[in-house]
């Protein structure tokens, strides 16, 4: 799934070759329709290594303790903060090269804040929509195609680069077992258990902060980018403020590796409680148009977004990967938050000619609704709550055209096929003194599972 949703990023990059509505529109639909599937994989997979590496960096204790025996309920949670930490500071750095063309490409074709910003009137909290008169001839001259073609191939290189690197980095620890597993278990069920998950009210008190996600990554990137930073101190600047923005968030992303000495609460408590400072300092501040001498308040206010993101993105991703740890249960979980992102985002977008004031409000009222039910989350789990969570379905072992549920197996192990040798010699030996329990070779849901067969409970 990444490797298809890396590939429709490249697809969309590849239309910029040829800017027409009939290419850029459809490509801009399968890239949406692309995202949720790639970050809940995503999300799945960064859980998933950090399990292994665990089983990897304790093979001798389970060795111990026996093959069948399941490693303890959140020993991996160290080893996924270490992972989520990386991945989001090499992600949050990924915006500061994005301004790379701009700072050193376009910057040299745009007109100076005097001519983009002569018509705006006001800024900040006292603004409305989105650059309320701001003037849309920005291009001094255009640029030459051979420049832009070759902007446009460097980011088609980078964009196979990562799915060369997803194919043959990801692809080793691909296991059949582990990705087609639900297959058997039907596809109504997988359409369903989606929505079943509101039975657990874990995930009820957190969809108030999987729409905030939505809601304050798409401010930093509009309100704030343009309503108080373009608005301000011109186009020819806004590069530099999201790079402000990518260093925070970077290096806030290394900085959330302290939770792992300190109680799990403590960075999504730490991002909201700086991002409700900075939303009320945003909401009394308007800055005057076409003045530079309070950049630097708009650098620092858009750096401490980033570590705000940062402690909320690294937060969630790890709270998550801790609380539903089956792997079973992973893609639905990490499916259920980026789509209620993407749900926010795309209201930040239906309410883009509000005025500031209303924008700064919602997101204060939705950040505060999120705090607290988190917040009340955990003071249920203190008490010892136990979560409702849906039963997955067991599968239909008889599925025509499902090769993984045949007797013969082409993806058994030497182990299991000795496994299915000892089962023959049993069958062959008779019964014994006691009934035996039924012995066949698990289907690939159960080893995935962990299980024996249907005999266990």
């Not at 040299?108 to 001839?137: A, P």
């Not at 080793?172 to 079943?196: C, H």
């Amino acid at each position: 799934m990444m490797f298809l949703a890396v590939g429709i990023y490249a697809l969309f990059v590849s239309t910029n070759y040829w800017e027409r509505y009939y290419t850029l529109v459809p490509s801009a639909v399968a890239l949406g329709m692309a995202i949720v599937p790639l970050w809940a994989s995503m999300g799945n997979y960064i859980t998933r290594m950090s399990q292994k590496y665990y089983e990897y960096s304790h093979y001798k204790e389970q060795d111990e303790q026996g093959p069948q025996q399941r490693p303890p309920r959140g020993s991996h949670a160290p080893y996924l903060l270490v992972f989520q930490a990386i991945f989001y500071s090499f992600f949050h750095l990924s915006f500061a090269c994005a301004q790379l063309p701009m700072v050193y490409f376009l910057n040299y074709y745009l007109y100076d804040l005097n001519h983009t910003l002569y018509n705006v009137q006001s800024c900040g909290t006292n603004s409305h929509g989105i650059l309320n008169g701001f003037n849309k001839t920005v291009l001094r001259t255009l640029p030459r195609s051979r420049n832009l073609i070759v902007v446009e191939s460097v980011l088609m290189a980078v964009a196979f680069l990562a799915m060369l690197l997803v194919l043959g980095l990801c692809g080793a620890a691909y296991r059949p077992t582990e990705e087609i597993d639900l297959r058997s278990v039907g596809w109504g069920n997988i359409f369903q258990l989606p929505f079943k998950y509101v039975r657990d009210f874990r995930l009820r008190h957190l969809v108030p902060f999987f729409i905030y996600s939505g809601f304050e990554v798409l401010f930093a990137c509009t309100g704030l980018a343009l309503g108080y930073g373009v608005c301000s101190i011109g186009l020819e600047r806004l590069a530099y403020l999201l790079v402000a923005y990518s260093l925070g968030a970077s290096a806030a992303s290394v900085l959330g590796l302290l939770g792992l000495w300190l109680p799990r609460s403590v960075p999504l408590v730490t991002g909201a409680g700086l991002h409700l400072l900075l939303t009320l300092g945003l909401f009394f501040w308007a800055p005057a148009p076409r003045a530079l001498k309070h950049s630097w308040v708009l650098y620092v206010a858009a750096a401490l977004w980033g570590v705000g993101s940062a402690f909320n993105k690294t937060g969630l991703s790890t709270l998550l990967g801790i609380l539903y740890e089956d792997k079973e249960r992973q893609d639905f979980i990490f499916t259920i938050y980026h789509w209620w992102q993407a749900v926010a985002i795309f209201m930040v977008y239906l309410g883009a000619s509000l005025p500031m004031k209303a924008k700064l409000a919602v997101l204060l009222v939705t950040l505060v609704a999120a705090a607290a039910s988190y917040l009340w989350m955990e003071r249920k789990l203190r008490r010892g709550m136990a979560p409702r969570q849906p039963r997955i379905p067991r599968p239909q072992h008889k599925v025509r055209g499902y090769r993984y549920l045949e007797e013969e197996n082409s993806d058994e192990s030497d182990a299991e096929g000795a496994r299915g040798g000892d089962c023959a010699e049993e069958e062959a030996a008779g019964p014994g003194p006691e009934p035996a329990a039924p012995c066949r070779r698990p289907c690939p849901y159960e080893q995935a599972l962990g299980g024996d067969g249907p005999e266990e409970h």
